[in-house]
């Protein structure tokens, strides 16, 4: 059974997404399933995590949507631009020093 996600992942959802965006463009549920293949089913980001980060980001400008009708369905597929480029480039220095930094803690060899 999976557990649900811990509190200490702010910040994760959105350094997830950019990282994936950054790939191809992909749509919202497309985007919840390829977290769970990307984390090997680590992380689960529901439906109510992806669709506000991503109505975020692209309030932001770190993306931008597009509608494609497939199949008879409207989806919203969503881009990365260059400010999400440098976001995401950003939080994953921030994620490096942290992953570091717990690693330290815990007494793990760092890999950065």
């Given at each position: 059974?999976?557990?649900?996600?811990?509190?200490?992942?702010?910040?994760?959802?959105?350094?997830?997404?950019l990282k994936l965006l950054d790939g191809?463009?992909?749509?919202?549920?497309?985007?919840?399933k390829a977290v769970r293949a990307a984390?090997?089913?680590?992380?689960?980001l529901g439906e109510g995590v992806v669709?506000?980060?991503?109505?975020?980001?692209?309030?932001?400008?770190?993306?931008?949507?597009?509608?494609?009708?497939?199949?008879?369905?409207?989806?919203?597929?969503?881009?990365?631009?260059?400010?999400?480029?440098?976001?995401?480039?950003?939080?994953?220095?921030?994620?490096?020093?942290?992953?570091?930094?717990?690693?330290?803690?815990?007494?793990?060899?760092?890999?950065?």
């Amino acid at each position: 059974m999976a557990r649900s996600n811990p509190p200490f992942m702010s910040g994760v959802p959105e350094l997830l997404l950019l990282k994936l965006l950054d790939g191809r463009e992909m749509y919202g549920y497309e985007l919840v399933k390829a977290v769970r293949a990307a984390t090997g089913e680590a992380i689960a980001l529901g439906e109510g995590v992806v669709y506000p980060a991503l109505h975020a980001l692209e309030r932001g400008g770190a993306l931008r949507s597009r509608r494609r009708s497939v199949a008879g369905r409207t989806r919203v597929y969503y881009t990365l631009t260059a400010r999400g480029r440098r976001r995401l480039a950003g939080l994953a220095d921030d994620w490096q020093r942290i992953q570091g930094g717990v690693a330290a803690a815990l007494g793990e060899p760092s890999h950065v």
